[in-house]
Nanobody, 125 residues
Framework: QVQLVESGGGLVQAGGSLRLSCAVS????????MGWFRQAPGKEREFVAG????????YYADSGKGRFTISRDNAKNTVYLQMNSLKAEDTAVYYC??????????????????WGQGTQVTVSS
């Protein structure tokens, strides 16, 4: 069983920064592709950022490009999402996800096998 636990969410003012963490346990982490998604009330879950197993390739949705940075520390079995210049429209529950077999970064939720419980990010204007 692969378990993912997000942390680092909270309330922040517009223009501020927040760093989310996702700790992975139960299986080998270092070979997993990892992704961050978010979901606001009444909206579909959407891709935010993804990273290859070795950290050599990243991909960002237009919504966060230039403001968000995804990274990973395989020694700590943890993936991060650094969010800068936050906007009110970034408010959502943020989820991390793992794809054990991907050779590419997938942007659709159905491409990921394991999910965390989510962490709430609220940006006030």
């Amino acid at each position: 069983q692969v378990q993912l636990v997000e942390s680092g969410g909270g309330l922040v003012q517009a223009g501020g920064s927040l760093r989310l963490s996702c700790a992975v346990s139960g299986r080998t982490f270092s070979t997993y592709a990892m992704g961050w998604f978010r979901q606001a009330p009444g909206k579909e879950r959407e891709f935010v950022a993804g990273i290859r197993w070795n950290g050599g390739s990243t991909y960002y949705a237009d919504s966060g490009k230039g403001r968000f940075t995804i990274s990973r520390d395989n020694a700590k079995n943890t993936v991060y999402l650094q969010m800068n210049s936050l906007k009110a429209e970034d408010t959502a529950v943020y989820y991390c996800a793992a794809d054990p077999y991907a050779g590419i970064i997938r942007t659709r939720p159905e491409g990921y096998d394991y999910w965390g419980q989510g962490t709430q990010v609220t940006v006030s204007s």
